[in-house]
């Protein structure tokens, strides 16, 4: 992924007023993201632990959507995130729900994923950072056919955002 700046992912959002936009806590530490090793900028909102922010270049265009997490149940049952498919005990992995786009969304109506809780599945596909023993499994396929399994699955959801 491609550097991004505040501005940039303040004008990505498709399910957010620009007031929402204006105000929604951008990460501070842009510059020293590991940018080569991001498919989506993922981040959760310190400031309100129940809101999550994602943004992603698809078809040379940043769409960028909010998120809200499902409050947890504390289960310690192991979960296994939609989109990078690594498993994770307890609370690593929450039902995100979005808002949907436009008119829809006005009206209340919204989609979810369960996914990785810290939104880093990148990091957890290349080995940077670990769930635990046994969190990923060995896979057939390369890694770029992982990543693409992953775009393609945060692709479909943010057109169920925007339908």
């Known amino acids: 992924m491609k550097p991004l700046t505040e501005p940039d992912?303040?004008?990505s959002f498709v399910n957010s007023t620009k007031g929402e936009a204006k105000r929604m806590h951008v990460p501070r530490d842009l510059a020293e993201r590991r940018w080569d090793d991001l498919d989506f900028l993922g981040w959760r909102d310190p400031a309100a632990p129940d809101r999550g922010y994602l943004v992603i270049e698809l078809d040379g265009?940043?769409?960028g959507i909010a998120l809200r997490r499902a409050s947890s149940s504390g289960s310690a049952r192991k979960t296994m995130c939609a989109w990078c498919l690594t498993t994770h005990?307890?609370?690593?992995?929450?039902?995100?729900?979005?808002r949907k786009a436009g008119k829809s969304g006005q009206l209340g109506n919204s989609v979810g994923v369960y996914v990785c809780a810290d939104l880093e599945c990148s990091l957890y596909l290349r080995g940077k950072k670990s769930a635990g023993p046994g969190s990923r499994f060995k896979e057939s396929i390369t890694l770029d056919e992982q990543v693409d399994r992953m775009v393609n699955g945060v692709s479909a959801f943010?057109?169920?955002v925007n339908s």
Do not use: E, F, P, W
């Open 9 to 11: 992912i303040r004008a």
């Open 61 to 63: 265009k940043l769409v």
């Open 89 to 98: 005990s307890g609370d690593g992995v929450s039902l995100m729900t979005a």
């Open 158 to 160: 943010l057109d169920r």
